[in-house]
Each structure stands twice: as C-alpha cells, then as structure tokens.
Nanobody
Framework: QVQLVESGGGLVQAGGSLRLSCSASGSIFSINVMGWYRQAPTKEREFVAT?????????SIADSVKGRFTISRDNNGNTVYLQMNSLKPEDTAVYYC???????????WGRGTQVTVSS
C-alpha cells in the first residue's frame, strides 16, 4: 500500500502564492509518477500536474495553470511539491496528491487539501 499525505493548503488572496507538499510512504518503490489533481465544487476532478518520480524530472502541466504552477520533487522522489503563483479565484478547489504504479495500473490518492482563493 501507498500512503499520500498533503499539506500546505489554505486561504489566499488573488495574486498570491501557496506551496503544496505531498509526502509518500509505504510500498513506493515501484511508483512511477506522482502529481496533483484538483476538484472544485460541482465539478469533476481535473488534472493539474505530474512529474516522474525517479530519473528524469519529466513533467506535465495543465494548460489552465501553465506559467503559474510548478511541480517539483525531492531527490528521493518521496515528496512532491506544487508551487502555485498568481492564484486566481478559479483555482479554488480541493487539491489531491496522486501516485501511479504503472506496471499494475494502480492509482493512489491522498485525502486532499483545500485551497481557497479570494477575489
């Protein structure tokens, strides 16, 4: 099993910044990708960003946040960060940490952290 724990959410004014962290533990040796999704009220969960957990730091970023959000990880690949700048009210959502074990096509999710951007 894999456990994902998010931190760093909160309330911020539009134009402000927040940094989310996600720490992974458990059977993470075969996790290939980690990242973030978000879900706003009444909307479906949507992709935000992912990063390769080991080796190259290949990333993928949603167009809606490109240029404002940056995903990174520590050298061990056990913690993933989401630096969010120039936040907008439409970024308000619960942000979920995500991890994927490719060879079993298994996805893991954290419990989420609330990000609220006031106008």
């Amino acid at each position: 099993q894999v456990q994902l724990v998010e931190s760093g959410g909160g309330l911020v004014q539009a134009g402000g910044s927040l940094r989310l962290s996600c720490s992974a533990s458990g059977s993470i040796f075969s996790i290939n990708v980690m990242g973030w999704y978000r879900q706003a009220p009444t909307k479906e969960r949507e992709f935000v960003a992912t990063i390769a957990r080991r080796g190259s730091t290949s990333t993928s970023i949603a167009d809606s946040v490109k240029g404002r959000f940056t995903i990174s990880r520590d050298n061990n690949g056990n913690t993933v960060y989401l630096q969010m700048n120039s936040l907008k009210p439409e970024d308000t959502a619960v942000y979920y940490c995500y991890a994927r074990r490719a060879y079993t096509s298994t996805d893991y999710w954290g419990r989420g952290t609330q990000v609220t951007v006031s106008s």
